[in-house]
């Protein structure tokens, strides 16, 4: 069965500090998605990022980054020197094929505050 | 990333009344738009899968009379909330997947729609 833990309820961390955001997940399939999404204040879901499970390459985007890691199954988000406009709360999901297209579960996300 | 809006942002209703929310692809077809339910400091609820031309798909515990789903068009899904009580008080949240992008499995949200039931 699918299954997303995000054990981190609530982090909080001075601006200009590193923070990282675990993700493990649980699936059956060898095809699956994994996405992380941040939801500020406002309540819209931003897409951060989308990875496939047969592409293990680390990626960085300018402050962000992530750690796939199959043999553990994690799917890790660090950012890099905090800011305040960082804070929000982020969501690691999970997609797997389903019948007539995906799957996705939620993970119960981590709340980021983010002092300056 | 393809962009998706969602109408009203909030909304205020009596007991007893019904809400109609709008979810809108505005820049592809979307055969498949997902509606959300989030309470406040908890995770994505899927309530069900809304099927352009075909009935939706609900998830277990969602009920289907109270949580009307219409698909008309490739472009919109409409969520309406039935007889409407405070219990149904929640942050709704549809998204949708580009079927024709590179991404097809990346779903894209709207921005929400607040609905308290007074």
């Known amino acids: 069965a699918q299954k997303v833990t995000q054990a981190q309820t609530e982090i909080s961390v001075v601006e200009k500090e590193d923070v990282t955001l675990d993700c493990v997940y649980e699936t059956r399939d060898t095809t699956y998605y994994l996405f992380w999404y941040k939801q500020p204040p406002s309540g819209e879901l931003v897409f951060l990022i989308r990875?496939?499970?047969?592409?293990?390459q680390n990626e960085i985007s300018g402050r962000y980054s992530w750690n796939f890691q199959k043999s553990t199954s994690s799917f890790n988000f660090t950012i890099t020197a905090s800011q305040v406009v960082d804070s929000a709360v982020y969501f690691c999901a999970l997609s797997e094929p389903h019948t007539g297209g995906f799957k996705t579960i939620f993970g119960a996300g981590t709340r980021l505050f983010v002092k300056a | 990333g393809a962009v998706v809006s969602q109408h009203p942002s909030w909304v205020i209703c009596k007991s007893g009344t019904s809400v109609k929310i709008e979810c809108r692809s505005l820049?592809?077809?979307?055969?498949?738009m997902f509606w959300y339910r989030q309470f406040p400091k908890q995770s994505l609820m899927l309530m069900a899968t809304?099927?352009?031309?075909?009935?939706?798909?609900?998830e277990q515990g969602v009920e289907k009379d109270k949580f009307l789903i219409n698909h008309a068009s490739l472009t919109l899904s409409t969520l309406t909330v039935t007889s409407a009580h405070p219990e149904d008080s929640s942050f709704y949240i549809c998204?949708?997947?580009?079927?024709?992008?590179?991404?097809?499995?990346?779903?894209?949200f709207g921005p929400g729609t607040r609905l308290l039931v007074l």
């Open positions: 990875r496939n499970s047969f592409d293990e």
């Open positions: 809304s099927n352009e031309g075909s009935k939706a798909t609900y």
């Open positions: 998204s949708a997947r580009d079927p024709l992008a590179a991404d097809q499995e990346t779903q894209y």
């Open positions: 820049d592809f077809q979307a055969t498949t």
